[in-house]
């Protein structure tokens, strides 16, 4: 196990920086150059985990994304759980912290990419300038990932549901599409440490735009957390 979670790891980052340096070289093309190039990242994230983990990962139920934009809210049980919806969704916009914007080459792709930066220390601010940001950018359109639990959790942990992704729904006005998932069985919440079998991300169908915040945050919820536990319960081999 240790040996696989180093072979992993030296995967991840060796890819990842690689890549990086190499996608510098997109910045003066369009940014369909840069989502290209995600959608390759994602594709050799899954290939390492398979390579070195021994774990398959299977998206099911892709017959219920929508076109056009959406809102993905996912549950969060690794750093893994950011790579799948570049694989899925046409064109994944990602929200990520306001410091990871200032690093040079990170942040300038970031910025070509037209990711959403947050400053997760301005609070109510902060979600106003995401819901701004998201409705400029997704008139694209787009494919917006949340993780509306706000931080990983290990399988089967009790979980809280934060008000961000209520918002977004309201001002949005778009669907929701609820993801479940198992990959903390098979990956720990950096994502790195390994154990084999097969890691399920489990689309669900979309919440239609126009319910109430309360009976939203309940759908959502349900649904999601329902549809985990039962993929905790299914074998991993």
């Given at each position: 196990?240790?040996?696989?979670?180093?072979?992993?790891?030296?995967?991840?980052?060796?890819?990842?920086?690689?890549?990086?340096?190499?996608?510098?070289?997109?910045?003066?093309?369009?940014?369909?150059?840069?989502?290209?190039?995600?959608?390759v990242?994602?594709?050799l994230?899954?290939?390492?985990?398979?390579?070195?983990?021994?774990?398959?990962?299977?998206?099911?139920?892709?017959?219920?994304?929508?076109?056009?934009?959406?809102?993905?809210?996912?549950?969060?049980?690794?750093?893994?759980?950011?790579?799948?919806?570049?694989?899925?969704?046409?064109?994944?916009?990602?929200?990520?912290?306001?410091?990871?914007?200032?690093?040079?080459?990170?942040?300038?792709?970031?910025?070509?990419?037209?990711?959403?930066?947050?400053d997760?220390?301005?609070?109510?601010?902060?979600?106003?300038?995401?819901?701004?940001?998201?409705k400029?950018?997704?008139?694209?359109?787009?494919?917006?990932?949340?993780?509306?639990?706000?931080?990983?959790?290990?399988?089967?942990?009790?979980?809280?549901?934060?008000?961000?992704?209520?918002?977004?729904?309201?001002?949005?006005?778009?669907?929701?599409?609820?993801?479940?998932?198992?990959?903390?069985?098979?990956?720990d919440?950096?994502?790195?440490?390994?154990?084999?079998?097969?890691?399920?991300?489990?689309?669900?169908?979309?919440?239609?735009?126009?319910?109430?915040?309360?009976?939203?945050?309940?759908?959502?919820?349900?649904?999601?957390?329902?549809?985990?536990?039962?993929?905790?319960?299914?074998?991993?081999?």
């Amino acid at each position: 196990m240790r040996l696989r979670t180093a072979l992993h790891g030296a995967w991840v980052y060796g890819v990842t920086f690689l890549l990086i340096a190499l996608f510098l070289l997109l910045l003066p093309f369009p940014r369909a150059a840069m989502r290209s190039g995600l959608k390759v990242w994602a594709a050799l994230m899954v290939f390492g985990l398979r390579l070195f983990g021994g774990v398959r990962l299977e998206v099911r139920g892709v017959e219920h994304l929508p076109e056009g934009s959406y809102l993905i809210a996912a549950k969060h049980q690794s750093m893994f759980d950011i790579a799948p919806p570049f694989t899925y969704a046409p064109d994944m916009l990602f929200v990520m912290k306001k410091e990871l914007a200032g690093i040079p080459a990170f942040g300038w792709l970031s910025r070509k990419a037209k990711m959403i930066a947050v400053d997760r220390d301005a609070h109510a601010q902060a979600l106003r300038d995401l819901v701004a940001d998201a409705k400029r950018l997704m008139a694209e359109p787009r494919q917006l990932l949340i993780f509306p639990e706000g931080t990983r959790r290990p399988p089967g942990a009790p979980t809280e549901y934060k008000p961000g992704v209520a918002a977004l729904y309201r001002e949005l006005n778009l669907p929701c599409v609820p993801v479940a998932t198992n990959s903390g069985v098979c990956l720990d919440a950096q994502g790195l440490a390994i154990k084999p079998g097969v890691m399920v991300v489990q689309i669900l169908e979309p919440i239609a735009p126009g319910l109430k915040r309360v009976e939203f945050m309940r759908t959502l919820q349900e649904r999601i957390e329902t549809a985990s536990a039962e993929l905790l319960q299914a074998p991993i081999g």
